[in-house]
Every structure is written in C-alpha cells, then in structure tokens.
C-alpha cells in the first residue's frame, strides 16, 4: 500500500510539472513584440501573409505541431497512429481543450475544418492537401481517422492547420465574417484588442489544456519600418525584434545591449528570391531570365546587405538540410555573357540610350516589395544598378504589405518582385509550384507552368522512401535552376533580440519561440499595465 501511495504522489508531481511553473518562474507580465505588416485574417486557412499566421499561431491549435527538434508531435492529438503503410492515420483528442467560449473542441470541429478546406467555395491556398483524402471518418467525439487512397508524404505535416470551430463557423460567409477580426480559438491566447494599423493585443487564455501560459499578456505593434522599430526597441517600447544584419553587427554593441538584451543567430528557414511574372513579355524567354540571374553577384548582397550574415542559394531549400541539391553549381557572375544572351533573346540597343530594346520597346521594368523592409529595398538597389550594366533599366516601388498582397500579388498585377518563403519542414513545394495553383489568389502568382515539374511533385508526395523523395527534390530543382522563374538569392541568419527581462528561452534547432507560452518574466521585472 506504501508503494502505491507513493506511485500516486509521483505520478501527481510529475502531472503538476506538465502544468506549472517549471522552477523559478513566474506568472504576470506582458511582451511587446512588432511587425512589419498588419495581419489581414485572423482565421488561417484564408491567410497567406506571415503576419496573420504569427498571431494565429498563438490563438489556434492544431492536431499536430514541430517539436523544438523539427520532428511532428501531437498537439490537440494526445496520441496518433500511422496505419496501411502510411495510407491511413488514427487520431485521439484530448478531451479537455476547449474554445474561448467554453464549448468542447471534438473531432467535429477537425471534420468540420477538412470540409471547409476541400469546399470550392472556401477562398484558401492550401486546399489541395486535403483535397487528397478519401474518407474521414468520426469514431467517437475525441477519436477519428483520415484515409488516403495512396501513401501521401505529407499527409501528416498537413494537419499541422489550426482546426476552427464548427459550431461558430458553419453558418458564416468567411470572407464577411466578424470572426476574421474576432477569432474564436482555443489556444494559449485570446485576441482582446485590435485596433487598424496600430496594435493587436492578446490576453492569456486561463482554460488552456497544455496549462496557462506564463505572460498575461501579448502586445503586438504594427510598425512598417525596420528603423522605426529599432528605435522603440532602444527606447524600452519594445521587448524583441528581428533584426537587420547592420543593427546586429554595429548598432547594437556596448554596455547598454549587453546588459538589457540577448542576441541570438541562426540559419533562417526563409529564402528571399527576385521573381518575375511570366505573364509578362520579356520574362517569358527563359534566355532572359537566366541573363538576368548572371547579372546578379549574389556574393555582392551577401556582404553589402547581409553583411556576410546569410548564404546565398539556388533553390527552394535550406542549404546543408538533406533535400538541398548539393551538386547544382550556380549560374557565374559574368555581365558579359549576360549581354551575349539578352542579344540572342532579340534585345539591342538601337539608339545608343544604354537601354536594349526589342520590337521597338525599351527594355524597362518595376520590381516591387514591401514597404519597411530595408533588406529587399537594399537588394532591390543593387539588382537595379547591376541590371542597368547590362542595359535593363529597372524601376523600384515600395508598397505597404496588406495593399501589396490583396492588390498586387494576388492580382497577378507586377512585373517582378522581390519576395520571400518561409522553408517548411517537409520538402513538397506543391502549392507553389504546380501548375494548378497558377491562379489568382494562389501561391503560385507568377504563373510557372512546367509539366516534368508537376508530374516530379505528385510523384514526390506518394512516396515516403527518402532516397526517392531525394531524387525527385533533385531534379525539380534541376528544373528550377534552368528554367529560372525565381532568381534565388539568399536565405539569411535570423538575428532576433530579447529583452533580458524575458527568461525560458532556450534555441533549438527549431529557432527561440517554439515553446514561447514558457517564456516568463519575474515579478520585479514585470512592466504596468
């Protein structure tokens, strides 16, 4: 009987660490943290912009998530099964999540968020995942399973979307709902304030399953500038920000940084590419755009925008990670066979202005970005300057992010832009590449259209065997490298800063904020409200 009562007491410590406090921390306070742009939808899967999905993250759950060692783990899962060789996965919920307004979240809710996803009426990018079951299938209130009539790679990693609420959403038209500005979640977070291109506020969730988070509060500014931001950080007005390689290296040096932030630096998972619409006349001639790429010394931007603090890259994927085509060797920087090229495309310059021209139009572009980036503005500058070497004249605009998205982006009305992708953790780059994702509003603005490359990104999704999945990445990167509708140029280092008033962070290979509801900060330190 001892030994049971004591089996009881540990069993019970070890329930009570899940969900307090680990030693030393404490409950209060608030973070400030900024952003560049002002999320335009707060229910994810009508969202494409980082902005959205960063606030989303905190308010939503999903089945599965990314561990601190990049590896799927259950979320709202407590326990899932891979069945049939990979065709078939069996779920278990857990049976004490709950959204904001106090109701159960069941397999309900997940059925409910996959119908949404395949509905062609729901306004989405990332329907075609789950486009690909075959059945759904409801057990229980908290058990169900998800069929697929052959293996799928990223079956999985696709129920990493935040599930939504059926019993709020089923009756609602989601491009009107008050729901976008007033999300109905069940995560650590609850949205209290937002107030247009100035600030969100979120207030902490105390029903949470996993256990409340520390912070009682998550203030995210909206400032559209990278300097701007960096002064409010110096100024105390903020508590973290990424920052610019220039900030990093010189402007944050001395006593006063060392004794009130923490520097941190790693490898991104983003890339930041030149792309060009294919749409457009010139850029339709894969002569072109490889010119184009030969033009560039991305060495150049590495030091003069980075400052050395990034690598330069040739595809879609983080360099030195098992997916990334090592033996691709990158287009030389040489102007002159460049200009060898643009000649063969039918471009000369007839008038002796410096400009090539072809049936009689000069050959001028605008390459686009968004405002406040100060890194794409400086890359831009450099691309502008090199491509007037070579007798293209390019004009640079700067546009506020939602504006360029909605009435830009995804309108297919740009020339060329400078952009950046977030790296996933599983290589299928379907939604971005396929040819049926070319279609207002998707993910593939620039309208690539190439069938080797669709046909290689089905086959890579119905394989789970790495060696395969290897060779397909292998040659679609191939393709990319040829083919040229994005000019790769570099994937940098993340260079965050935080206040030292904020303790629990520790890196891992999945960055600093994978377990930011354990981030605390001490009762002495904890700013007014």
Not at 155 to 177: G, R, V
Not at 339 to 363: H, M, T, V, Y
Request: glycine share 6%; hydrophobic share 40%.
């Amino acid at each position: 009987m001892k030994f049971l009562n004591l089996v009881k007491i540990i069993c019970f410590l070890l329930i009570c660490s899940l969900t307090q406090p680990s030693l030393g921390a404490e409950f209060g306070g608030k973070i400030v943290l900024a952003m560049l742009g002002e999320p335009s939808n707060l229910i994810p899967p009508l969202a494409t912009d980082s902005a959205s999905h960063e606030v989303a993250d905190l308010i939503y759950v999903s089945l599965l998530k990314y561990d601190q060692n990049l590896r799927l783990v259950g979320w709202a899962a407590k326990d899932f099964k891979v069945l049939d060789g990979g065709k078939r996965f069996h779920f278990w919920l857990h049976k004490n999540i709950y959204w904001f307004d106090g109701k159960p979240l069941t397999a309900k809710d997940v059925y409910f968020t996959y119908k949404l996803m395949i509905d062609p009426k729901t306004p989405t990018a990332y329907g075609e995942d789950f486009k690909l079951v075959k059945n759904f299938k409801i057990i229980s209130p908290y058990e169900f399973e998800v069929t697929y009539p052959k293996v799928y790679a990223q079956a999985l990693a696709s129920w990493t979307i935040s599930i939504l609420p059926k019993h709020a959403l089923e009756k609602e038209n989601l491009l009107h709902t008050k729901y976008a500005r007033k999300p109905l979640g069940a995560g650590p977070y609850e949205l209290s304030q937002w107030i247009s291109g100035r600030r969100l506020i979120l207030k902490v969730n105390p029903n949470y399953f996993e256990g409340r988070a520390y912070l009682d509060r998550v203030i995210y500014r909206i400032i559209p500038d990278m300097g701007t931001m960096f002064l409010e950080l110096k100024a105390g007005n903020l508590d973290m920000m990424n920052l610019s390689p220039e900030q990093y290296k010189y402007q944050t040096r001395g006593d006063y940084w060392q004794t009130h932030f923490n520097k941190y630096q790693y490898l991104a998972f983003a890339y930041t590419y030149l792309g060009y619409n294919l749409r457009h006349p010139f850029f339709r001639d894969r002569r072109v755009r490889q010119a184009i790429a030969m033009a560039i010394n991305k060495k150049e931007i590495i030091q003069g925008v980075l400052l050395g603090l990034g690598k330069p890259t040739i595809g879609p994927y983080k360099p030195g990670t098992w997916v990334y085509n090592q033996k691709l060797k990158d287009f030389a920087y040489d102007p002159q066979k460049a200009k060898k090229l643009l000649a063969q495309a039918g471009f000369k310059d007839s008038n002796g202005d410096g400009i090539l021209e072809k049936n009689g139009r000069p050959f001028v572009f605008t390459l686009m970005t968004n405002q406040g980036n100060s890194l794409r503005l400086k890359t831009a500058i450099i691309i502008q300057y090199r491509l007037a070497q070579i007798g293209i004249k390019v004009k640079i605009r700067t546009v506020e992010w939602a504006t360029f998205i909605h009435d830009f982006i995804d309108k297919g009305r740009f020339e060329a832009v400078i952009l950046g992708w977030s790296i996933p953790q599983d290589p299928d780059l379907y939604d971005v590449w396929h040819s049926s994702r070319a279609v207002p509003g998707g993910l593939n603005f620039i309208d690539f259209k190439n069938k080797e490359v669709d046909e290689l990104l089905v086959k890579g999704r119905e394989t789970l065997d790495l060696v395969k999945r290897k060779q397909i990445y292998d040659r679609i990167q191939e393709i990319l490298h040829f083919e040229q509708p994005y000019c790769f140029l570099y994937v940098p280092m993340a260079l965050p800063i935080v206040s030292k008033r904020i303790h629990g962070i520790s890196p891992a290979p999945a960055g600093i904020d994978y377990n930011f509801i354990r981030w605390w900060i001490p009762k002495s330190a904890q700013l007014l409200p």
